[in-house]
């Protein structure tokens, strides 16, 4: 098979296994009252969405119409491209395990439910906010495997709006747990694991 049309078999596959994960656990949120809700109209989730219409509209000529975006294509090792299917791969399962541990805690936006609970085991053991750095590793790997840079520049801004976004969410579940979240916050990394514990 032609390598290009295989590498984008490949982003369709991994983008469709990891969409239908995430409108799954999304699903299982409809009709639920929350207790508190944060706006979702701050400067950084305006910026992550529009960001993100930027990055869909890329996505799509780059599957229906690759020969407009072929300029912003990349020309390096077929090596490159597989680990992007392997950090992809890697991302889905690291979702399944996240969604999987944060269960009905979890929501699209951020949010306090009813009889809301801490947690603090599995991946949130060692880090705050382990599902933006899924979405970011995932944006990323897929990046790769499309060898555009275009596309890749588009996923390094999405990473950026996290940074806030997670600082907001950490402050409101100060809000919600106060010195039990502040004692979290001290065991843990807000994207990647302490190395040395913070006392
Ligand atoms: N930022 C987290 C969760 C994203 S889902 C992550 O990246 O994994 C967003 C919702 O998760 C928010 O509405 C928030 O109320 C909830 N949440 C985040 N961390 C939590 C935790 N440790 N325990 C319980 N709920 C949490």
Same mark, same amino acid.
């Given at each position: 098979?032609?390598?290009?049309?295989?590498?984008?078999?490949?982003?369709?596959?991994?983008? /469709?296994?990891? #969409?239908?994960?995430?409108?799954? %656990?999304?699903?299982?949120? !409809? /009709? +639920?009252?929350?207790?508190?809700?944060?706006?979702?109209?701050? #400067?950084?989730?305006?910026? !992550?969405? $529009?960001? &993100?219409?930027?990055?869909?509209?890329?996505?799509? &000529?780059?599957?229906?119409?690759?020969?407009?975006?072929?300029? =912003?294509?990349?020309?390096?090792?077929?090596?490159? +491209?597989?680990?992007?299917?392997?950090?992809?791969?890697?991302?889905?399962? @690291?979702?399944?395990?996240?969604?999987?541990?944060?269960?009905?805690?979890? =929501? =699209?936006?951020?949010? &306090?439910?009813?009889?809301? *609970?801490? &947690?603090?085991?599995?991946?949130?053991?060692?880090?705050?906010?382990?599902?933006?750095?899924?979405?970011?590793? %995932?944006?990323? #790997?897929?990046?790769?495997?499309?060898?555009?840079?275009?596309? @890749?520049? @588009?996923?390094?801004?999405? =990473? $950026?709006? %996290?940074?806030?976004?997670?600082?907001?969410?950490?402050?409101? @579940?100060?809000?919600?747990? /106060?010195?039990?979240?502040?004692?979290?916050?001290?065991?843990?990394?807000? %994207?990647?694991?302490? $190395?040395? +514990? *913070?006392?």
């Amino acid at each position: 098979m032609e390598e290009e049309l295989l590498f984008r078999l490949l982003f369709i596959g991994m983008y /469709g296994i990891f #969409a239908t994960i995430r409108v799954y %656990f999304r699903s299982q949120t !409809l /009709g +639920r009252e929350s207790e508190e809700e944060r706006s979702l109209m701050d #400067a950084p989730t305006i910026f !992550l969405s $529009i960001v &993100i219409v930027g990055y869909f509209a890329t996505i799509f &000529i780059y599957l229906l119409l690759p020969d407009w975006i072929f300029w =912003a294509h990349f020309d390096y090792s077929i090596l490159i +491209r597989w680990s992007g299917v392997v950090l992809g791969s890697l991302s889905i399962g @690291l979702l399944v395990w996240t969604h999987r541990t944060l269960g009905r805690q979890y =929501a =699209a936006r951020l949010e &306090i439910q009813q009889d809301h *609970k801490l &947690i603090e085991s599995g991946p949130y053991a060692r880090v705050r906010h382990p599902m933006y750095v899924i979405f970011i590793l %995932f944006s990323l #790997a897929v990046a790769l495997i499309s060898a555009n840079w275009l596309i @890749l520049i @588009l996923a390094i801004l999405i =990473a $950026i709006p %996290f940074h806030w976004i997670s600082q907001n969410e950490d402050q409101m @579940l100060i809000g919600q747990f /106060g010195d039990e979240y502040l004692d979290y916050m001290k065991r843990t990394g807000r %994207f990647l694991p302490q $190395i040395r +514990r *913070k006392d």
